[in-house]
T-cell receptor, first 113, second 113 residues
Framework: AQSVTQLGSHVSVSEGALVLLRCNYS??????LFWYVQYPNQGLQLLLKYTTGATLVKGINGFEAEFKKSETSFHLTKPSAHMSDAAEYFC???????????FGQGTRLTINP | DVKVTQSSRYLVKRTGEKVFLECVQD?????MFWYRQDPGLGLRLIYFSYDVKMKEKGDIPEGYSVSREKKERFSLILESASTNQTSMYLC????????????FGDGTRLSIL
């Protein structure tokens, strides 16, 4: 069965610092991988996705993630944090042809001025 | 702009009541989903539907049922509400073949007293 583990339920960084949110997955077949963001009092929005091709994928708002098959990881990064990045971030996985996504536990990102 | 609308942002009900949560999408999407979101647990899939009158159990269907009589509307029903169903409920929709591109509503925060 697929599963997703996000390391760290809370991450706090200073404005301008590197953001690194960790995601590891388990899947018996090559997966599709996703990051979603949830701003306060809103639903989730797709940030970026990996399906096939280039393993470094770029998303909205300056975020990117790299699929590393050998490490079963899909960590999310942003070179310089902005106050508006404060939100909860969810990693998700699906098998090709699957009908549903499996979400991680979420990581709440706090940005310190 | 695409829109998934959940009928209530906040709802308070009593134990044993039958509760209806409504979700409407205006994107002509085939797939619709109901999740519950709890701190530390991420999003867990309750039910999903890939066509009118079709439904599939997700990971935690116990205590819930759904109805999809029209393509744009997907209802979640708590047959006899219990306090452990106090949670945030999120509805989402996606086009056929684009499972990952789920559009989410803003959520309904349900409290069962």
């Amino acid at each position: 069965a697929q599963s997703v583990t996000q390391l760290g339920s809370h991450v706090s960084v200073s404005e301008g610092a590197l953001v690194l949110l960790r995601c590891n997955y388990s899947s018996s077949v090559p997966p599709y991988l996703f990051w979603y963001v949830q701003y306060p009092n809103q639903g989730l929005q797709l940030l970026l996705k990996y399906t096939t091709g280039a393993t470094l994928v770029k998303g909205i708002n300056g975020f990117e993630a790299e699929f590393k098959k050998s490490e079963t990881s899909f960590h999310l990064t942003k070179p310089s944090a902005h106050m508006s990045d404060a939100a909860e971030y969810f990693c998700a996985v699906s098998d090709r042809g699957a009908q549903k996504l499996v979400f991680g536990q979420g990581t709440r990102l706090t940005i310190n001025p | 702009d695409v829109k998934v609308t959940q009928s209530s942002r906040y709802l308070v009900k009593r134990t044993g009541e039958k509760v209806f949560l409504e979700c409407v999408q205006d994107m002509d999407h085939e797939n619709m989903f109901w999740y519950r979101q709890d701190p530390g647990l991420g999003l867990r899939l309750i039910y999903f539907s890939y066509d009118v009158k079709m439904k599939e159990k997700g990971d935690i269907p116990e205590g819930y049922s759904v109805s999809r009589e029209k393509k744009e509307r997907f209802s979640l029903i708590l047959e006899s509400a219990s306090t452990n169903q106090t949670s945030m409920y999120l509805c989402a929709s996606s086009a056929q073949g684009a499972l990952w591109a789920q559009h989410f509503g803003d959520g309904t925060r349900l409290s069962i007293l």
